[in-house]
Each structure stands twice: as C-alpha cells, then as structure tokens.
C-alpha cells in the first residue's frame, strides 16, 4: 500500500532518508523496515518554537520503490502557419502566454522593448557602474521582466487564479530545480532564472513563434472600437486583431499611449516605503533562536504587518542572503528592489517595508498615483546626488527622526549616501513606517537596530493603474481584442500570478478568436 504522512524533525534528522522513513514508519504506525521507499512531497520549516523543525509530509510505500512525480511539460504544436497573436511584454506574464498560446495552436509573436537576457546583464552592469540607466532594458525591462533577476520567490496565495502546480512543473521542465515541487516556500534564485527563460524563448521560438527585442510598442492601430495593430518605436507596423498586454508594473509609458488612444483606465491602491537591511545573522537569531544558525537550515526570512492609523504596513519581497538592487526604469529617479542567488548566501537580508497608498492621489485621475511615485523617486535621486547612489539612513536614526553620522556596509552596489530618508518619504508614509518599526521591534527582539539600514526608496510593489478587462472574457470592455494581462494591468503580484494570468488569458483568447 502507499500513503502519506507528516512528521516534524530536526534538521540534522531531517537531512538522513533513513531517519525520515522510520519517522514515517512510526507515524504510519508501521513496523520499523515495513516501507520498501519513503518520499519527501513536502517540506516546511517550523520555527515556532525554541527548537526549530522541518515538517515533511512524506509518501511511503510498501510495495517496491517510489517514482518522483512526473513533471507536467508543455505540449508545443508547431504553429508556424497558425493565426497570429501580438503579446506586448516578455515577463512571466507574457512567456507563459505565448506557451499557452502555442498549446492551443495559435502562433504568439511577442513584442519585448528591452534585451535577451545575456545582452541586458551589460545594461545592468552600466547602472551599477557608470550609474546610467537605459529606459528601455534595465532591472524590470528585459527578457523574463522584472523576475528574471530577482529571488525567484514562487509563493502566491493566488490558488484560486489557476493552475499553481501547474506553472512550477512548466518552471522545471524549463530547468529550475524539482525542490521547488517540494518546499512551501519555492525560489528560483537570481542566478538559476536567465537559463530558465532562455529555454523558454527558444521553446516558442522552436514551435514557430517569434520573440523580438529592442521592440518598443509606441502606439496601438484601432479602428471600430477593435486592435488592428501595433506600430513600434522604430516605425514598423505590425498588424494583428489579438493583442495580449503584459507590460509590467513599470511601463507608464504604456500608460500613457494608451490614454492617447481614448483607452479607459482606472486609479489603483498601491505601497510605497523603504528597502530595510540587516545582517543575515540578525534575522537568523531571531527567527531560529540561535546564531549562527544550523547549516541544514536556509537563511531565515521573515514576514511582518501592522494596522498603522487606518492602512496597513507591511514587509514585501524579503530576500534572505541577498542584494538591494538598482531597480530605475528612468534617468531622474532612484528605485529599489531585492534578489537573492539560489543559495542565499550573501551575508545580508533585505526586505521592501512598504504602507498602502490608497484613494486618489495629488491631480486625481488614473495617473494620480504614478505621479505620487514619480516624485518620491525624483525627490531620492536629488537627495543621492543625482547619480544611482541611493539615500540612507540607520534604522533606528530613522525611527528616532535623527541624521546618521555614518553608515553601516551595506548591499547596495552603485552606493548609499547618509540622508534623512524620514525627511524625505512624504510625511503620511515616514510616521506610518516609524510606528510599524516600532512595533515589529517589540515583536521579533534585536529586529529594530542600528545594525540596519534604511534605503530609499521601494516603490514599485504593485501597479498604481489597473486597466479593466470584462471578468469572464479577460477582454477590455471598450476595445475589442485587447487583453490586458498580469502585474502591469493590475491582475497579479508575483511570477507565479502573474504566469498564471498569462496563461489564463491566452486560454480566453483562443476561445473568442480560435484558429
């Protein structure tokens, strides 16, 4: 017979097969030897307590050897003489798209502004070097969008959006590691992800789609209240009455030509803050109790909220062992963002310590919060001196509305410069920010410190526009065949939601347009 069972270890058992199984065999209430294999389908860390756990539900059997579960790869027709399809965007959003797309047998042909993924690592290396920023291929514009070089964090609470296994099997049949079938929380790692997007531009490529870099939408073809087209920055037209748009959360030029072309648009709530660092050990002492932690453990991370005078404040994209990257889209401004290779094993911890912006901001209308972020990001380039060098602040002079002598080390590559980032970040945001510190401080001891760093300023969470589609066709209800798609559009928050409303809507559009 086979059946599954969950069982809390130490990680030094935890890390044994033998000891697993016969903790399986134990919980099964099995005789010690009765189970010819054991194994792992789940794995969680549990550090509730002084002695920290890994929870494992483990598949045991008792009639010969276990097969790991076969990974659920896409099935890709060749689609080269198939109708076409416009996809505006080669995020996570667009990629799984154009793979959906090709499973359904319509042939994809998107349209990316930024770079393939070898030759934007040059225009990541300009920003963190030379402190200049290409609009078109930088940290969120590229091949793979904003998550190819990030953490790789693949948890959503989306499960309700699509198919969550489903997207991960895709991931390892591209050649993220089978790990990320197993762990609750699954990443990726900055290092891992440019051979897995590259393996999936070449699968769309292979099956008779078409990618193109360097291929900036300027402005859309409509005519009837209906997409006929596209035409590019270079000039070129291209026709097309489908048109998938899976900009990103970043791409408000996007924005704006679609306003231009009479499209409606809507004001969404967003969070801006702070990227907040400390020492990879400091967060590992207070969340496994002891530093330095067990080498069987991962770097700790954490994950923290609190209701501040009506909004809620919250950590966002926590990067254990990671990097506060350089995340402009824009000369003029100062973004911040984290990463994290696939070990974790830098010896910082980051994480986006951001309050919810809500209503409608300065000027009103559906740019008002673009406009809002806008300035807070213009106000932090002047404040580090109009280069990518990014303003700081220690924690607790932050906390304590004080100037920071000095600066500790800190991850940042173009370079932090000493500023009152509390004077800085509008008021409404700073108190905000100053109470919830406060308050995380009282609940996770040694967390509120002089040890970390305040950097300035994160402000790109999720998009401050959301463009309407109709619920059930994924269409936008005033302009046929345009279906807005994923972070950009204000239907997802993360690579696993986003990839599954990319898949979703590609699954809407063969269904309205079919071959």
């Known amino acids: 017979m086979k059946l599954s069972v969950e069982v809390a270890l130490a990680p030094?058992?935890?890390?044994?097969?033998?000891?697993v199984q016969k903790a399986a065999e134990d919980a099964a209430g099995w005789e010690r030897g009765r189970a010819t294999a054991a194994r792992v389908e789940r794995r969680s860390i549990d550090a509730r307590g002084r002695d920290v756990k890994l929870r494992l539900r483990v598949e045991l059997s008792d009639e010969g050897p276990l097969e790991p579960p076969a990974v659920r790869a896409p099935t890709l027709r060749d689609v080269r003489a198939a109708p076409p399809v416009l996809i505006v965007g080669c995020g996570p959003a667009g990629m799984f798209a154009a793979l959906r797309l090709i499973e359904l047998g319509l042939r994809p042909i998107v349209l990316e502004r930024g770079r393939d993924v070898r030759a934007r690592r040059h225009?990541?290396?300009?920003?963190?070097?030379?402190?200049?920023?290409?609009?078109?291929?930088?940290?969120?514009?590229?091949?793979?969008?904003?998550?190819?070089?990030?953490?790789?964090?693949?948890?959503?609470?989306?499960?309700?959006?699509?198919?969550?296994?489903?997207?991960?099997h895709w991931l390892v049949a591209f050649g993220a590691s089978p790990d990320i079938l197993i762990d609750a929380h699954p990443h990726i790692g900055t290092n891992k992800l440019p051979d897995v997007v590259t393996r999936m531009r070449e699968a769309i490529i292979g099956a008779g789609g078409e990618v193109r870099f360097g291929a900036r939408v300027a402005d859309l073809s409509l005519a009837g209240g209906a997409v006929r087209g596209v035409r590019l920055a270079s000039g070129d037209e291209i026709d097309g009455a489908r048109l998938v748009l899976a900009t990103g959360h970043s791409a408000r030029d996007v924005f704006d030509l679609l306003l231009r072309a009479g499209v409606e648009l809507e004001r969404k709530d967003f969070a801006l803050g702070v990227r907040l660092e400390h020492p990879q050990e400091i967060i590992d002492r207070i969340r496994y109790h002891r530093a330095p932690r067990d080498a069987r453990l991962p770097p700790a991370s954490y994950s923290a909220v609190e209701q501040v005078r009506g909004l809620g404040v919250y950590s966002f994209c926590m990067c254990p062992g990671g990097v506060i990257a350089p995340s402009a889209t824009a000369p003029g401004e100062i973004v911040t963002n984290g990463w994290s290779p696939s070990k974790r094993n830098n010896p910082f911890a980051n994480s986006g310590v951001v309050v919810e912006i809500k209503g409608p901001q300065a000027g009103g209308g559906p740019l008002s919060g673009v406009r809002y972020q806008r300035a807070v990001e213009r106000a932090a380039w002047l404040a580090g001196g109009q280069t990518q060098a990014a303003p700081a602040q220690r924690m607790t002079d932050f906390v304590e509305g004080r100037a920071s002598v000095?600066?500790?080390?800190?991850?940042?590559?173009?370079?932090?410069?000493?500023?009152?980032?509390?004077?800085?970040?509008?008021?409404?945001?700073?108190?905000?920010?100053?109470?919830?510190?406060?308050?995380?401080?009282?609940?996770?001891?040694?967390?509120?410190?002089?040890?970390?760093?305040?950097?300035?300023?994160?402000?790109r969470t999720s998009s401050p526009v959301r463009i309407p589609r109709d619920p059930e066709r994924l269409e936008h209800p005033g302009v046929k065949g345009l279906f807005p798609c994923g972070e950009g559009a204000g239907y997802a928050g993360g690579i696993v939601s986003a990839a599954m409303d990319g898949a979703r809507v590609a699954e809407r559009v063969a269904a309205l347009y079919p071959a």
């Not at 291929?137 to 489903?166: I, M, P, Q």
């Not at 991850?411 to 509390?422: E, F, W």
């Not at 905000?432 to 609940?443: I, V």
Request: with cysteine; glycine share 10%; proline share 6%.
């Open 406 to 459: 000095e600066l500790p080390a800190c991850s940042y590559l173009p370079g932090v410069v000493a500023h009152r980032v509390d004077e800085l970040l509008p008021p409404e945001v700073t108190e905000r920010l100053q109470l919830a510190l406060r308050a995380f401080g009282a609940r996770m001891r040694g967390y509120l410190t002089h040890e970390a760093v305040v950097v300035a300023v994160e402000s």
């Open 123 to 168: 225009d990541l290396a300009a920003i963190t070097q030379r402190h200049v920023v290409d609009p078109d291929s930088n940290y969120c514009f590229g091949e793979g969008g904003a998550g190819t070089f990030s953490d790789g964090k693949l948890y959503t609470r989306a499960h309700k959006r699509g198919d969550v296994a489903g997207v991960l």
């Open 12 to 19: 030094v058992a935890a890390a044994e097969p033998a000891r």
